[in-house]
């Protein structure tokens, strides 16, 4: 299958800091990805869907101005969690489908572990 | 998207065959039935989907049933390393592709 790979796998921040996460599609183009958290013992929340040379779409509730998401490129979009705090904490996790006809699968990055000290 | 439900954890003896089941009774009739599953600290990794009829491939079986309102993710010969949150999604193609997911099933196969 196709793959996504999402760097860096673990950070560790200060308090107030700003941290971006990269996902790539590496052997096919994306024009959408998505972006999920998932904290401990949960399952995986939607936060936002990614567009290629678009404005992202946010998911009720999530802060647009905390969470900035860039897709500048059809293999490349960027998280970057802004003045993050011990509450941002937790495991993100980005996707993209191949594009094509409804039906096929999604894949997943394999994670990053955010830790905001 | 139509909602899933799914038991929130099972046991399997290592060897034998693994039967999750899920329940999707307001699913309609172009919803795709997708299965993933979560390995501890990792993404989740595609499994199998399916639209009407079973499927089958290396990793599983999905059998649905004839009024698609519930489907079972078959792991025919179960590994300790097929221990995993599973989640079973049903979602229409070509909605903006998000994948919403549930609670899942925590599989453990026990040695």
């Known amino acids: 299958g196709a793959v996504v790979s999402q760097h860096p796998s673990r950070v560790i921040c200060k308090s107030g800091t700003s941290v971006k996460i990269e996902c790539r599609s590496l052997d096919f183009q994306a024009t959408t990805m998505f972006w999920y958290r998932q904290f401990p013992k949960q399952s995986l929340m939607l936060m936002a869907t990614s567009n290629e040379g678009s404005k992202a779409t946010y998911e009720q509730g999530v802060e647009k101005d905390k969470f900035l998401i860039n897709h500048a490129s059809l293999t490349l979009s960027t998280l970057t969690v802004t003045s993050a705090h011990p509450e941002d904490s937790s495991f993100y996790i980005c996707s993209a489908r191949e594009p094509g006809p409804g039906g096929t699968e999604a894949f997943f990055g394999q994670g990053t572990r955010l830790t905001v000290v | ?111």
């Open chain 2, 1 to 111: 998207d139509a909602k899933t439900t799914q038991p929130p954890s099972m046991d399997c003896a290592e060897g034998r065959a693994a039967n999750l089941p899920c329940n999707h009774s307001t699913i309609s009739g172009n919803e795709y039935v997708y299965w993933y599953r979560q390995i501890h600290s990792q993404g989740p990794q595609y499994i199998i989907h399916g639209l009407k009829n079973n499927e089958t491939n290396e990793m599983a079986s999905l059998i649905i049933t004839e009024d698609r309102k519930s489907s079972t993710l078959i792991l025919p010969h179960a590994t300790l390393r097929d221990t995993a949150v599973y989640y079973c999604i049903v979602r229409f193609p070509n909605t903006g592709n998000q994948f919403y997911f549930g609670t899942g099933t925590s599989l453990t196969v026990i040695p």
